[in-house]
C-alpha cells in the first residue's frame, strides 16, 4: 500500500511526488494476512493492514520532526481512520461511485507534471523506493473514492442561502475584496443657501454638460473648462478610489455602471457630480471571454460499445459536414438529453466551467466551425463554437466566491458530523 502522504487526495488535490516520496519507504516482500483486528459490517480490516498504516503514520511524524505519540493514543487513531476509510468505500460500493482508468491516469499524470516528470520518470522513483507500481496505482484509486465519496454525501447535506451571501459581503471578510474605481469627475456647485432658482440653474447647466459628453465630448477638457471641484485642472481625475471613500451617493449611481460610462448629474448637497468610470479592479470586476457553444454527446451503454460509440461519432461528424442539422441531430441523438432538447446549446460557457478535455477543443475551435470528434469522460463529444464575447462577471465571481467559502466553511463541520453518523450507524466489532 503506497504511503498515504503520496496521495493526500480528501483534501481534494494531490500533493506534490517529493512530498510522497519523502516518507514512503515500504519494501515490496508481501505482508502476512496473518490476523482480522476488526469486522466493519460485512468486511474486515486485516492486522497486515493494520500494522502498515501505523508504520506510514510514524514515517511521516518522522520526516515532520514530529514526536510520535505512544502507541496507546497512536493505535486508536489509526484503527479509527482505518474504519471510517472501509466504510467510506463500502458507502462507494453501494452508491455506483467509480473512479475509471481515464481518471485514475489523469490523477497519475497530474502528479508526475506537476513534480516536472514524465509517466515513465514517476514509475521508475516509485520503484526506486521499492513500490510496486500497480499497487501504487490501486492506492491512489482508493483515495481518490474515498474523496468522492466525501464529497458527494456531505455537499449535498449543505445549503447556502441568498441571505447568507448578502450577509457574508457585506462582512469584514466580505470587504477584503471590494474594487476600487478609476474615476474623473465634474461638479456644478451650488451656492451656500442657494435660492431655488440658482439650484434650477446648476442642474440645467449639469444636463447641458452631459448631453455635450453623451455626444462625445471631452470628458477632461470638459471638466478643465467647466468644473468647480478642486481636481478641475487635472481633467477631474480622482485616481484610483474605493468604494467606499466616495461620497454615498456617488458611489450608488456608479455602482453599476461599466468602464467607460458616464453618469447623468446626481444631486449632491455641494452639487450636481458628472461621474467617468475608466476603469474598475479588485474583487467586483472580471472580464471574462465567454464562448457560445453546442455540442452533442454520445456515451457507451450496455448495447453501445466504446467502439461502436467511436464509429457512430464518427459517422455523425461526416454527416454534419455534409449539411445536416446540427440542431436537428443534437435532438435526435445526444445522449446529453438537457442540451440535447435544445439543439445541443450550452448557452455561453466561461473558463474552467468545461470540463479540460471540452474546455481545450472549444478554446481552439473557431467560431462557427466544428471540432473533429473527441473524447472527454463523459463519452464522445462533437462541439461547434457559435460565437464569443468578453463579458464583465464580477458580481457573478464575487457571489460565487462568498457561497465557495461560505460551503467550504460548512463542509468542514458537516463532514465531522457526517463521518461520526455513518460511523454510528454501521456495525464495527474491534478485536482484541
Known sequence: MINSKLMKVRQFGLVTLASLLLSSHLHAAPLQLDSVVAIVNDDVVLASEFK??????????????????????????????????????QLADQQGIKVTDRQLNDAINNIASRNSMTLPQFREALIAEGQDYLTAREQIRREMLIAQVQQSNVSRRIRVSDQEIKNFLKSDSGAANQSELLLSIILIAIPEQASPEQIQASDTKANSIYQA?????????????????PNALNGGDLGWRKATELPETLTAAVSNMKP???????????????????????????????????????????????????????????????????????????????????????????????????????????????????????????????DRRTQDMGDQVKESQARSTISKRKYAEELVNWLREIRSQAYVEIKP
Open 52 to 89: 502498515q498504516r501505523i508504520q506510514i503514520i510514524r514515517e511521516q511524524l518522522n520526516a515532520r520532526k514530529q514526536r510520535i505519540p505512544p502507541d496507546n493514543i497512536l493505535e486508536p487513531q489509526v484503527m479509527d481512520r482505518l474504519v471510517l476509510d472501509n466504510l467510506m468505500l
Open 213 to 229: 459628453l453623451v455626444n462625445k465630448a471631452d470628458f477632461a477638457e470638459t471638466a478643465i473648462a467647466t468644473s468647480n471641484a
Open 260 to 386: 467607460g460610462d458616464i453618469s447623468a448629474p446626481i444631486k449632491t448637497p455641494s452639487g450636481f457630480y458628472i461621474a467617468q468610470l475608466r476603469d474598475k479592479r479588485g474583487g467586483t470586476v472580471q472580464l471574462v471571454e465567454q464562448t457560445q457553444v453546442r455540442h452533442i454527446l454520445l456515451k457507451p451503454s450496455e448495447i453501445r460499445s466504446p467502439e461502436q460509440t467511436k464509429r457512430l461519432i464518427e459517422r455523425l461528424y461526416t454527416r454534419l459536414n455534409q449539411g445536416e442539422s446540427f440542431e436537428e441531430l443534437a435532438k435526435e441523438l445526444s445522449d446529453d438529453s438537457a442540451s440535447g432538447s435544445e439543439g445541443g446549446d450550452l448557452n455561453w460557457a466561461s473558463p474552467g466551467q468545461m470540463v479540460p478535455e471540452f474546455e481545450q477543443v472549444m478554446q481552439r475551435t473557431p467560431i462557427g466551425e466544428l471540432s473533429a470528434p473527441f473524447e472527454s469522460r463523459f463519452g464522445w463529444h462533437i462541439l461547434q463554437v457559435q
